[in-house]
């Protein structure tokens, strides 16, 4: 079946870094979605992606379609405390519109 | 404008008994899914539902779990005879939009349901 792969599995970094995380699948995907998950809560939606190519801003994260569309990467600029949290890449899970996950990218930032 | 309301937030349940979650979709959304997490992994698809419909249940076990959505009311997972394997945490999600092939809904999530079986 489809997989995900996230890389790194987790990232320890000083406050104001810059973060890089990518998400490679093992077939062609049409969608991209990056989600962040806070401990004890469900996952929110950052970023959407719906074109190969496609760079996309919210704030402080960018998140590009990749060119072959078996990847994905998120991009985090000047690193806060409240980026802490796991990140998620998604793409679609199958023939009914689900999503199938990576198994996350886990940030912690250090003041 | 309430987001996906899912309850109990936490249940702990003793081997054998069956634990009950409820999800309210988003204002105007039609479609819920329902994925589980377990600790230090992804979510993981389990069932697809529409009003009273259950569309794709590929991702459920077979035995034990059920879930439904009513006409009215919430959608329910419903988990009989519940071993220690199933404590995890339980996350609906829904969308205003019909799955397609091949294609990805942008799905919003609750806050989840954490199980826990003693």
């Known amino acids: 079946g489809q997989q995900l792969n996230q890389s790194p599995q987790s990232m320890f970094i000083q406050e104001g870094e810059d973060v890089s995380m990518n998400c490679t699948s093992s077939?062609?995907?049409?969608?991209w979605l990056w989600y962040k998950q806070e401990p004890g809560e469900g996952p929110v939606l950052l970023i959407a992606l719906y074109k190969a190519g496609e760079l996309t801003s919210n704030g402080r994260l960018t998140a590009q379609f990749g060119i072959t569309r078996k990847d994905s990467f998120l991009n985090i600029s000047a690193s806060i405390p409240s980026d802490v949290g796991i990140y998620f890449c998604?793409?679609?899970?199958?023939?009914?519109?689900?999503?199938?996950f990576g198994k996350g990218t886990k940030l912690s930032v250090k003041p | 404008n309430a987001g996906v309301m899912q309850n109990p937030r936490h249940l702990v349940r003793r081997r054998g008994q069956e634990a009950r979650l409820r999800c309210s979709p988003m204002?105007?959304?039609?479609?819920v899914y329902w994925y589980r997490q377990l600790p230090e992994e992804g979510l993981k698809f389990m069932v697809y539902?529409?009003?009273?419909?259950?569309?794709?249940e590929s991702g459920m076990p077979k035995e034990r779990f059920s879930a439904e959505f009513p006409k009215e009311g919430p959608s329910i997972l419903r988990i009989q005879q519940v071993v220690r394997g199933d404590s995890a945490a339980y996350f609906c999600a829904s969308s205003p939009l019909a799955g397609r092939n091949s294609g990805a809904n942008v799905l919003t999530f609750g806050a989840g349901s954490r199980l826990t079986v003693l």
């Open positions: 204002k105007g959304h039609s479609h």
């Open positions: 998604a793409g679609p899970g199958g023939s009914q519109g689900n999503l199938i």
């Open positions: 539902l529409q009003k009273e419909n259950i569309i794709d």
């Open positions: 077939s062609i995907f049409n969608t």
